[in-house]
């Protein structure tokens, strides 16, 4: 058994469809353009990881993959997975499964947070040495990571997604288990989040070069407006 992966959902970035609730700001290409940003920025911390040891990459896309998602992949060097149908739990109940039944360790994070720092990451696969399971808190009740040894199979049974009960009923979910809590980071899918990017991007733009890139483009855009 290997020692470690980190899988990445991502979606293809198409106008109207991708970070709608972005869209009220930056309309429905920009939105979808900035989720490009954020994959980007996201992909550079999963090569980071990587080259910090043993840990390979998986990249699972919520519906038909795109060619820009083909692209990711090949930079990835990983071929795409794709998601199954059904809610959050389902889709990380299946990466869990294909993961953990050829590694020892599984921490699964999304794409919306661009400024998610290396050592959280890190953090949540060492804790897996000891614990069963682990959760990094978002500031809107959900989780930006999760991860699981080859001890056990997460459960999402009863978890209510996207609410702000999402971390606490997946506590509920797997209470007999050892599960650790990390440090707490921010993801991007509102209005409102979208000002804490451009709050932090304004004073630590590596934290996100691409997304921080981008949405100078999007000023200097609106400037010449």
């Known amino acids: 058994m290997e020692l470690a992966q980190l899988a990445v959902f991502v979606r293809p970035p198409v106008a109207g469809v991708t970070k709608t609730r972005l869209a009220e700001l930056l309309g429905d290409r920009g939105a979808a353009e900035l989720y490009e940003a954020f994959v980007d ?42 998601q199954p149908e059904g809610d959050l739990g389902v889709r990380l ?3 869990f499964e294909e993961g953990l039944a050829r590694y020892e360790r599984v921490v699964i994070i999304g794409s919306d947070a661009p400024t998610l720092p290396a050592g959280l990451i890190v953090d949540a696969f060492d804790s897996l040495t000891d614990a069963s399971m682990v959760l990094g808190p978002a500031s809107d009740g959900g989780y930006y ?7 056990v199979r997460p459960s999402f049974e009863g978890v209510r997604w996207s609410t702000s009960s999402t971390l606490d009923d997946t506590k509920k979910a797997n209470a007999g288990i050892r599960v650790t809590i990390t440090s707490p980071w921010y993801d991007v899918d509102e209005p409102g ?7 932090h991007l304004s004073v630590a733009p590596s934290a996100a070069p691409a997304t921080a890139e981008h949405l100078s483009r999007l000023v200097a855009l609106k400037d010449r407006a």
């Open 41 to 82: 920025d996201t992909l550079r911390l999963c090569k980071r990881i990587r080259s910090l040891g043993r840990v390979d990459v998986a990249l699972w896309c919520a519906g038909a993959p795109a060619d820009r998602v083909a692209e990711w992949a090949i930079r990835m060097g990983t071929p795409v997975r794709n």
């Open 93 to 95: 109940d299946a990466a």
């Open 193 to 199: 989040d979208l000002q804490l990017l451009r709050a």
């Open 145 to 151: 990571a999760i991860g699981a040894s080859h001890r």
